[in-house]
């Protein structure tokens, strides 16, 4: 496969873009996180965000184009998040993506956010298929089987919380900063013992997932000590929260790969940034012989190099969009058809 | 000079390529369609049809506001984009003062747009360059209609938003209230390079910082500042 892709990247609070050679190697990878502006808010104000937005695409692009050392005449095509995410966010770097493959005469790809965090790994090593990827971020929690490239099979997901909403909530109960999730991991792993909280495996044979209940849990036990006058021991609860989230995802995890027989498993999506759960999810595998690959943290939060190692493969399906391309809130996972 | 036109700050959409001073096409529509879907392919249709390639756009201008936020952000977003990609000069032209020069009227004119929940976004104008004798703002409709009260003679009134509260404008200032015909009431595109080509071509590397003129803060930011005073 040879290509070059410039990818942006702007679902969330981050705006990103990226130039990706032949889908493997990271010639730039450039992101502006708004969390400074964000943190005011205790969580992303999609109103704020899509304003953040506007002010930094083009900084932003022409600085991944830069550190590329890249002209637009080298790009074989243009690379965007097309959904799922906030939609005001999203239409800012589809237009500007638009607008410059059209200035430059290139093809444009949209590109399925959650596709983009599970190509993430492509980025580290090749991906072995059949294989299955675990994504968890802010917004998903996914179970995602893919046989081939392109090919997207979605085994289990949540049916209420994302797991990175669960650490936000439960970070707020504690009286942590906006985002949640770092303060947790690393409370955790400061406490000798954790609170007993419930699992929520669900049905015997479902790959889905649920975090409400455990948050409620959390909640109900802040009140409850409150009331009898106790004080709660952070490093306690965050470490009894952590222990939950992370069993389920690591036995359910482990219990579908096997199943499937996959010849590799990813991790995928902000939440992967999570020590607890990488060491977790590594030590069970490696139980199973089952490889195991985490992309490096910087690759796990929301970035745009994913997007364009997911894109690079799109291109040589022949996969296009075009400049009529809108954001797609909730776009589903679906496989690309080969043309 | 070569200039292309892009307005998508409210509803319509307009789109226009103006060749020294002449309109090669323009393209005005209110079909309440989703600007990221229309905006590009009329831009790419504007071009072909004028036998022209992105690179031959000497100059571009865009609606800066106020309008909507999302329909400002793709304007914008494309706007700035093709002009920092094709090393363009961008200018960025209000909203309600293009609107208000499509009026053909001597006197006062007051362009405006629904800004939900009773408020709109207005501005009245006098003279032919348009002099702002009620400045840009978010205002209560009312609030509006009784500032232009005092102004004593007949206001002409331009947009369809304008003809939509024909009514509550009616109420306030009876016969002193006039309304330009349908035919004038989209914004043009065409009235925008207009109005940009008055104007010094900012350099360009202002393009980067060019951003919509929202007229308003974000609810969430208004709520914020609002704690942090009660706080002091």
């Given at each position: ?5 410039l990818?942006?990247?702007?679902s ?7 130039v990706i ?7 730039s990878n ?18 704020i965000?899509s304003?953040h ?7 932003v ?12 005449s ?6 965007v998040t097309?959904g ?6 999203l239409?800012?770097?589809?237009n500007?993506?638009?607008?410059f493959?059209?200035s430059h ?5 949209g ?5 983009g965090h599970?190509?993430?790994s492509s980025l580290v090593e ?5 294989l299955l990827?675990?994504?968890v ?7 995602v089987y893919?046989k081939e ?5 979605v085994?289990g997901?949540?049916r209420?919380d994302?797991?990175?909403e ?5 970070a707020?109960v504690?009286?942590?900063?906006y985002?949640g999730?770092?303060h ?13 909280f ?9 790959y889905?997932?649920?975090f ?5 849990a959390?909640?109900?036990?802040k ?18 929260f952590?222990d939950s989230?992370v ?5 359910k995890?482990v219990?579908?790969?096997?199943e499937l027989n996959?010849?590799q498993v ?7 940034a999570n020590?607890g759960?990488?060491e977790?999810?590594?030590?069970a ?12 943290l910087h690759?796990?939060t929301?970035n ?25 809130p909730?776009?589903?996972l679906?496989?690309w058809?080969?043309? | ?5 892009i ?6 959409l307009s789109?226009?390529?103006v060749?020294?001073?002449q ?9 309440k ?8 392919p009329?831009i790419e249709?504007?071009?072909k049809?004028?036998?022209?390639k ?12 106020p309008g909507?936020?999302?329909g400002l ?7 700035k984009?093709?002009?920092w990609?094709?090393?363009k ?9 293009s609107?208000a ?5 001597s006197g ?6 629904d800004a939900?929940r009773?408020?709109v976004y207005?501005a ?20 509006l209609?009784?500032k232009?009260?005092t102004f004593n ?5 331009v ?6 509260f024909?009514?509550e404008?009616r109420?306030?200032?009876g ?6 015909p ?14 940009a ?15 919509p003129?929202?007229?308003?803060i974000?609810?969430a ?5 609002k704690?942090?005073k009660?706080?002091?």
């Open positions: 496969m040879e290509n070059l892709i990818a942006i990247e702007t969330c609070d981050e705006t990103a873009a990226s050679k032949n889908g493997t190697e990271i010639l450039v992101v502006a996180s708004q969390i400074e502006s964000q943190k005011r808010f205790g969580g992303v104000v999609p109103e965000a304003r937005h506007v002010e930094q695409i083009t900084i692009i022409e600085e991944a184009l830069e550190k590329a050392n890249i002209e637009p080298d790009l074989n095509a243009v690379a097309e799922p995410g906030l939609v005001g966010a239409l800012v770097g589809i500007a993506a638009k607008a493959a059209f005469g290139l093809p444009i790809i590109v399925h956010h959650i596709a599970i190509y993430a090749p991906m072995q298929f059949p990827a675990l994504v971020s802010g917004g998903h929690t996914e179970l893919m490239h392109g090919s997207f099979e085994i997901e949540t209420d994302a797991a990175g669960a650490y936000d909530k439960v707020r504690l009286n942590m900063p985002p999730g770092p947790i991991d690393r409370l955790a792993h400061e406490a000798e013992k954790g609170v007993e419930p699992r929520a495996w669900l049905e015997e044979n479902s889905d997932f649920s409400s209940g455990l948050k409620s959390v909640i109900n036990y009140h409850n000590m409150e009331q009898r006058g106790e004080e709660i021991v952070p490093e306690e609860v965050a470490k009894g952590q989230v069993e389920v995802l690591t036995t995890t219990k579908a790969a096997k996959v010849k990813i991790v995928a999506g902000g939440v992967s020590r759960l990488r977790s999810l590594s030590e595998l490696a139980k199973e012989g089952i490889p195991f690959v985490a992309p490096p690759l796990c929301d745009a190099a994913m997007i364009g190692a997911c894109a690079a493969y799109m291109y040589e399906a022949g996969v296009r969009g075009d400049l009529s391309m809108n954001g797609l909730g776009k589903e679906k496989s058809a080969r043309s | 000079m070569i200039w292309l036109g307005d998508t700050s409210n509803a319509p789109v226009a390529i060749k020294d001073g309109v090669l096409i323009e393209i005005v529509q209110n079909l369609l989703t600007h990221s879907v229309s905006c590009m009329t249709e504007a071009l049809k004028a036998n022209l992105p690179a031959d756009i000497d100059g571009i201008a865009v609606s800066e506001g909507s936020y999302t952000r793709i304007g914008v977003t494309i706007a984009t093709l002009a990609t094709l090393k000069p961008l200018v960025g032209v209000s909203s309600l003062k609107l020069s499509n009026a053909i009227y006062t004119i007051c362009a405006m747009f939900r009773g408020n207005a009245a104008f006098q003279g032919d360059e348009l002099t702002p004798v009620i400045p840009e703002q978010h205002v209560s409709l009312q609030e209609l009784e232009l009260e003679e007949p206001i002409m009134f947009g369809i938003d304008a003809q939509k024909e009514e404008i109420a306030k200032l016969d002193k209230a006039k309304f330009s349908a035919s004038l009431n989209l914004p043009r595109a065409s009235k925008l390079i207009e109005l080509e008055k104007e010094p071509l900012p350099a360009l590397d202002t393009i980067h910082h060019f951003v003129k929202y007229h308003r974000s609810e930011e208004a709520n914020w500042i704690e942090q009660k706080g002091q």
